[in-house]
């Protein structure tokens, strides 16, 4: 913590300790008994856990703005010379902005699941799994070292395959669950290099043990083949693997659009708000170690980059909503990752959480309109949507502000993080800074064009569904779906105004709470006539990507099909997914196959291991065939065999 | 005073004795009182050791061998009784109930 006097509370804390455990005690006994005695009400458990843990989030926000901040071990799991292993927790303004952001967003989104998932089989089984995943989260942003941080990075990840393939009978979605998890893997393969790497240089996993110690290895060069690599670039690029998995970065991004197979509120939470910005979380949490190295920042920056870009092209090409959202969300963790990579932390963590609370309501919104047309086959095609303001009023207003919000309009949360980003990336020092300026207002535009893209296809023009629904007309969600929904909406204009900019006389006090942990980013000197200049053209980028979808999917719908048709290359490129899949599925998945099928298969397979079991029976029986003619089951042949042995035995011990 | 060596020499008689019986003889009862009579020279020589070094022990042994013949020999007998009943054979070499 630099040069920030914090009290230090060091005992046990009953009120940390319960924030992960309320969550994980409601989900084992919701799991355990919910088949047979929660059947109609299996919601109870989570969602009072979940309030009760956000009311001691709250009340732990208030410690630490008080200047308090708690670690201690709970539990000592290992001590093997210098490595320790076990559980602690360490609540200091970082992880206490992420625990109020978990808690009160899982809370909200338990309570529309109670709507949402309403008569579904595994409703029980649902809650158990979102609870589960709440108590992964926040053992994971309140963890003090980074093996319990692995701990919850995993169980989180868990969760998430467990959710995404929550319909099992479904291929699409079981296969959807393991392409998460196997993608994760890779990611997360780096990452446990990373920690090793951590432990090898630096002899400790804790935090506050790891930081003093990093400039040891400041100017290290170590070989790797023929190479010198700068040590601190190697580790953060091996932690950074993980990030890219778990926040979907490229090129371990393709999990995350398949991942919408799961149910809507689970994309809204895992998918959108919380366990996506992980990478980001950790990349905040680690920031010093990253600090060192130029390139690794610069790796940061352009991976963040590469992602807003591309799933910014690629979204407005999609006809399935949640798809469209999950490319929005891919965009939108590249802005937090662009902002980590020149150096402004906090204003990364600040669009963090207002972007959980636009992005969790923009899904929720989509999960609204997908309940309300779920008689259709495919309820999530936007093709068949239209003209639903008319039907679903609350659903529109609060799509409406989640979308403004994201199209960084002023007032809304959107705008002030987004902006903040602009800005700091403008005035960066890193030499990166005014390109990821440029991109970043560029996709800005392209976000207001694709949000509102779906905005005024689901809720403008006439309603086309009719067939798809079997002339039914669809209906306003239950209270229990809209009343998150419009408080959820309070987060999406309302959270940003906690760091409104000192140029438009706020306090930016967001930023500056968390600056006390993640530092201050190295600016050149701020003009604020350049500032305002910059806000504008952000403003005016939102505006135009507005007022195009206006026009092309309004007043015009004739220019879609026209666009499509006249750059027909460049669109099929981007339907495609700039072919992402299907290079994966050249490169890894058809050789992985021709492996298993035929090395494996037919040399190991068959020839090695079939021989191996095979003959070792066989050579049993061909011995068993020469010893049977000695077992005449004859009780004198045997006195006569023991006589020999005793002969021989004799004459052994004589002629030794 | 008998020397040591004709104690050696009778038991080693009355172990080939035995030896023999229990090589050759079928009949399962005569196995039985063969392996009786190797168990009975190897007393002797116990007992005969334990004389001649003035020492106790093999006394001690002897007694043990002793109770654990009579316990052999009820155990076999009945054991060969039972075979008799549920066989009706009581040679050794009509019984390989347990050839490979």
């Given at each position: 913590?630099?040069?920030?006097?914090?009290?230090?509370?060091?005992?046990?804390?009953?009120?940390?300790?319960?924030?992960?455990?309320?969550?994980?005690?409601?989900?084992?006994?919701?799991?355990?008994?919910?088949?047979?005695?929660?059947?109609?009400?299996?919601?109870?458990?989570?969602?009072?856990?979940?309030?009760?843990?956000?009311?001691?989030?709250?009340?732990l926000l208030v410690d630490v703005l008080s200047g308090k901040i708690y670690e201690f071990d709970?539990?000592?799991?290992?001590?093997?010379?210098?490595?320790?292993?076990?559980?602690?927790?360490?609540?200091?303004?970082?992880?206490?902005?992420?625990?109020?952001?978990?808690?009160?967003?899982?809370?909200?989104?338990?309570?529309?699941?109670?709507?949402?998932?309403?008569?579904?089989?595994?409703?029980?089984?649902?809650?158990?799994?979102?609870?589960?995943?709440?108590?992964?989260?926040?053992?994971?942003?309140?963890?003090?070292?980074?093996?319990?941080?692995?701990?919850?990075?995993?169980?989180?990840?868990?969760?998430?395959?467990?959710?995404?393939?929550?319909?099992?009978?479904?291929?699409?979605?079981?296969?959807?669950?393991?392409?998460?998890?196997?993608?994760?893997?890779?990611?997360?393969?780096?990452?446990?290099?990373?920690?090793?790497?951590?432990?090898?240089?630096?002899?400790?996993?804790?935090?506050?043990?790891?930081?003093?110690?990093?400039?040891?290895?400041?100017?290290?060069?170590?070989?790797?083949?023929?190479?010198?690599?700068?040590?601190?670039?190697?580790?953060?690029?091996?932690?950074?693997?993980?990030?890219?998995?778990?926040?979907?970065?490229?090129?371990?991004?393709?999990?995350?659009?398949?991942?919408?197979?799961?149910?809507?509120?689970?994309?809204?939470?895992?998918?959108?708000?919380?366990?996506?910005?992980?990478?980001?979380?950790?990349?905040?949490?680690?920031?010093?170690?990253?600090?060192?190295?130029?390139?690794?920042?610069?790796?940061?920056?352009?991976?963040?980059?590469?992602?807003?870009?591309?799933?910014?092209?690629?979204?407005?090409?999609?006809?399935?909503?949640?798809?469209?959202?999950?490319?929005?969300?891919?965009?939108?963790?590249?802005?937090?990752?662009?902002?980590?990579?020149?150096?402004?932390?906090?204003?990364?963590?600040?669009?963090?959480?207002?972007?959980?609370?636009?992005?969790?309501?923009?899904?929720?919104?989509?999960?609204?309109?997908?309940?309300?047309?779920?008689?259709?086959?495919?309820?999530?095609?936007?093709?068949?949507?239209?003209?639903?303001?008319?039907?679903?009023?609350?659903?529109?207003?609060?799509?409406?502000?989640?979308?403004?919000?994201?199209?960084?309009?002023?007032?809304?949360?959107?705008?002030?993080?987004?902006?903040?980003?602009?800005?700091?990336?403008?005035?960066?020092?890193?030499?990166?800074?005014?390109?990821?300026?440029?991109?970043?207002?560029?996709?800005?535009?392209?976000?207001?064009?694709?949000?509102?893209?779906?905005?005024?296809?689901?809720?403008?023009?006439?309603?086309?569904?009719?067939?798809?629904?079997?002339?039914?007309?669809?209906?306003?969600?239950?209270?229990?779906m809209t009343i998150p929904l419009i408080i959820i909406s309070f987060g999406a204009i309302f959270?940003?105004?906690?760091?409104?900019?000192?140029?438009?006389?706020?306090?930016?006090?967001?930023?500056?709470?968390?600056?006390?942990?993640?530092?201050?980013?190295?600016?050149?000197?701020?003009?604020?006539?350049?500032?305002?200049?910059?806000?504008?053209?952000?403003?005016?980028?939102?505006?135009?990507?507005?007022?195009?979808?206006?026009?092309?999917?309004?007043?015009?719908?004739?220019?879609?099909?026209?666009?499509?048709?006249?750059?027909?290359?460049?669109?099929?490129?981007?339907?495609?997914?700039?072919?992402?899949?299907?290079?994966?599925?050249?490169?890894?998945?058809?050789?992985?196959?021709?492996?298993?099928?035929?090395?494996?298969?037919?040399?190991?397979?068959?020839?090695?291991?079939?021989?191996?079991?095979?003959?070792?029976?066989?050579?049993?029986?061909?011995?068993?065939?020469?010893?049977?003619?000695?077992?005449?089951?004859?009780?004198?042949?045997?006195?006569?065999?023991?006589?020999?042995?005793?002969?021989?035995?004799?004459?052994?011990?004589?002629?030794? | 005073?008998?020397?040591?060596?004709?104690?050696?020499?009778?038991?080693?008689?009355?172990?080939?004795?035995?030896?023999?019986?229990?090589?050759?003889?079928?009949?399962?009862?005569?196995?039985?009182?063969?392996?009786?009579?190797?168990?009975?020279?190897?007393?002797?020589?116990?007992?005969?050791?334990?004389?001649?070094?003035?020492?106790?022990?093999?006394?001690?042994?002897?007694?043990?061998?002793?109770?654990?013949?009579?316990?052999?020999?009820?155990?076999?007998?009945?054991?060969?009784?039972?075979?008799?009943?549920?066989?009706?054979?009581?040679?050794?070499?009509?019984?390989?109930?347990?050839?490979?």
């Open positions: 913590m630099e040069g920030v006097s914090f009290e230090v509370v060091r005992s046990f804390n009953l009120s940390v300790f319960l924030v992960p455990f309320l969550p994980l005690l409601a989900s084992v006994i919701t799991l355990i008994f919910g088949k047979r005695y929660l059947r109609e009400k299996p919601y109870i458990l989570p969602v009072s856990a979940l309030l009760l843990s956000f009311l001691i989030s709250l009340k709970l539990y000592q799991w290992m001590v093997v010379g210098s490595l320790k292993v076990g559980l602690g927790f360490l609540v200091d303004p970082l992880s206490v902005m992420m625990l109020c952001m978990v808690t009160s967003l899982s809370f909200l989104i338990h309570v529309y699941s109670i709507g949402y998932m309403k008569g579904d089989p595994g409703y029980y089984r649902f809650f158990s799994y979102i609870s589960l995943f709440t108590f992964f989260m926040l053992i994971l942003v309140l963890s003090n070292n980074l093996i319990q941080l692995y701990l919850g990075w995993e169980g989180v990840g868990l969760c998430s395959y467990l959710l995404i393939g929550f319909w099992y009978e479904k291929k699409s979605a079981s296969d959807a669950a393991k392409k998460a998890f196997i993608i994760n893997r890779i990611g997360d393969f780096g990452f446990a290099l990373g920690i090793f790497a951590v432990f090898y240089y630096l002899g400790t996993l804790y935090y506050h043990e790891i930081f003093p110690r990093l400039p040891q290895i400041a100017q290290t060069y170590i070989n790797i083949g023929s190479y010198e690599v700068h040590l601190p670039f190697l580790i953060s690029f091996l932690l950074f693997c993980g990030a890219m998995g778990k926040s979907a970065q490229v090129p371990l991004h393709t999990w995350l659009p398949d991942a919408m197979e799961g149910p809507t509120p689970v994309s809204a939470l895992i998918h959108a708000a919380t366990m996506v910005t992980a990478g980001v979380f950790m990349v905040s949490r680690l920031h010093p170690l990253f600090e060192l190295s130029p390139h690794a920042m610069a790796m940061v920056a352009l991976v963040g980059l590469i992602t807003c870009f591309m799933a910014a092209t690629i979204a407005p090409t999609q006809f399935d909503i949640k798809r469209v959202v999950a490319y929005s969300t891919l965009s939108q963790l590249g802005y937090m990752f662009m902002a980590c990579g020149v150096g402004a932390f906090a204003v990364g963590m600040f669009h963090l959480f207002t972007h959980a609370y636009f992005k969790a309501l923009l899904f929720l919104g989509a999960g609204s309109i997908i309940h309300a047309l779920h008689h259709a086959s495919d309820p999530n095609d936007i093709r068949i949507m239209g003209g639903l303001k008319r039907f679903m009023p609350i659903t529109f207003w609060t799509f409406l502000i989640a979308s403004l919000s994201i199209a960084g309009i002023p007032g809304f949360a959107g705008f002030f993080s987004k902006d903040e980003i602009l800005v700091y990336a403008y005035f960066s020092q890193y030499p990166w800074g005014k390109l990821v300026w440029f991109v970043g207002l560029l996709v800005a535009g392209m976000t207001a064009f694709y949000t509102f893209r779906i905005f005024f296809k689901a809720f403008f023009g006439e309603f086309k569904g009719v067939e798809a629904l079997h002339g039914h007309y669809p209906h306003e969600s239950p209270k229990v959270s940003g105004w906690l760091g409104i900019p000192e140029a438009l006389g706020g306090g930016a006090h967001f930023q500056r709470f968390l600056e006390q942990v993640l530092g201050h980013p190295k600016l050149l000197p701020v003009d604020h006539a350049v500032e305002y200049l910059l806000m504008v053209l952000s403003i005016v980028a939102g505006l135009m990507g507005i007022g195009i979808a206006y026009l092309v999917y309004v007043k015009k719908p004739a220019l879609e099909v026209f666009f499509s048709y006249k750059f027909k290359v460049i669109y099929n490129f981007l339907y495609r997914k700039w072919y992402f899949d299907e290079l994966y599925h050249r490169v890894f998945v058809v050789p992985t196959l021709w492996l298993a099928r035929t090395v494996v298969n037919l040399v190991l397979d068959s020839f090695v291991i079939d021989h191996t079991v095979n003959g070792s029976a066989k050579t049993t029986a061909f011995s068993a065939s020469l010893f049977r003619k000695l077992h005449s089951g004859i009780v004198n042949y045997y006195n006569w065999f023991i006589l020999l042995g005793v002969v021989i035995y004799l004459i052994y011990i004589f002629i030794r | 005073m008998i020397p040591f060596e004709y104690y050696v020499l009778l038991t080693l008689l009355l172990f080939c004795i035995g030896l023999i019986g229990v090589l050759f003889r079928r009949n399962l009862i005569i196995l039985l009182v063969s392996f009786e009579i190797m168990m009975n020279a190897l007393m002797i020589l116990f007992a005969s050791i334990s004389h001649y070094t003035k020492d106790v022990q093999g006394y001690i042994i002897v007694f043990f061998l002793i109770a654990l013949a009579a316990a052999e020999a009820g155990v076999g007998l009945t054991l060969v009784v039972l075979l008799y009943r549920k066989l009706r054979k009581v040679y050794a070499d009509e019984i390989n109930y347990f050839r490979g």
